[in-house]
T-cell receptor, first 111, second 112 residues
Framework: AQTVTQSQPEMSVQEAETVTLSCTYDTSESNYYLFWYKQPPSRQMILVIRQEAYKQQNATENRFSVNFQKAAKSFSLKISDSQLGDTAMYFCACTGNQFYFGTGTSLTVIP | DGGITQSPKYLFRKEGQNVTLSCEQNLNHDAMYWYRQDPGQGLRLIYYSQIVNDFQKGDIAEGYSVSREKKESFPLTVTSAQKNPTAFYLC???????????FGPGTRLTVL
């Protein structure tokens, strides 16, 4: 069975600082995708970043980047220059025969 | 504008009643999904559908039913057999089964 583990239930970061959210996964699939989703207080799920497992290069989207370690099955999200609008729940997800989500990390950006 | 709509935003139900949550998408996506979100448990898959007139159970399908008569629509019925239905329900769609999923705004169901 596939699993996605986010070991940090809550984190906080000072505005303008950098924070890294951890995610590990377990899959038997050879071709899979990894995602980070953001869920702000409005509860709308928003895609932050996507990584194809067959690509070695780490994905980057503006202030968001990932550290993808395929052998270690690790997929962490780095947020640079944190902004107040980054306050949200962040979910890591992995595809297999379906989508598998982690339990989320609640991030608070402190002014 | 393309997107996914869910209605209603808030829904109240008496115990023993069935209730149907609506999900519509105009993204021309083939695959659609229903998730349940409870505090501290992330998203759990209820049902998913890859094509019209076909759907599969997810991890927590008991007490729920779905239909997929049109590509654009994937309604979820919460039946009286669902023992603890109070939760936040999210609908999503994707171009293919393993593709990036786009989410609707969600429906908060409360059983009174």
């Amino acid at each position: 069975a596939q699993t996605v583990t986010q070991s940090q239930p809550e984190m906080s970061v000072q505005e303008a600082e950098t924070v890294t959210l951890s995610c590990t996964y377990d899959t038997s699939e050879s071709n899979y995708y990894l995602f980070w989703y953001k869920q702000p207080p409005s509860r709308q799920m928003i895609l932050v970043i996507r990584q194809e497992a067959y690509k070695q290069q780490n994905a980057t989207e503006n202030r968001f980047s990932v550290n993808f370690q395929k052998a270690a099955k690790s997929f962490s999200l780095k947020i640079s220059d944190s902004q107040l609008g980054d306050t949200a729940m962040y979910f890591c997800a992995c595809t297999g025969n379906q989508f598998y989500f982690g339990t989320g990390t609640s991030l608070t950006v402190i002014p | 504008d393309g997107g996914i709509t869910q209605s209603p935003k808030y829904l109240f139900r008496k115990e023993g009643q069935n209730v149907t949550l609506s999900c519509e998408q105009n993204l021309n996506h083939d695959a659609m999904y229903w998730y349940r979100q409870d505090p501290g448990q992330g998203l759990r898959l209820i049902y998913y559908s890859q094509i019209v007139n076909d759907f599969q159970k997810g991890d927590i399908a008991e007490g729920y039913s779905v239909s997929r008569e049109k590509k654009e629509s994937f309604p979820l019925t919460v039946t009286s057999a669902q023992k603890n239905p109070t939760a936040f329900y999210l609908c999503a769609s994707s171009t293919r089964l393993r593709g990036e999923q786009f989410f609707g705004p969600g429906t908060r169901l409360t059983v009174l």
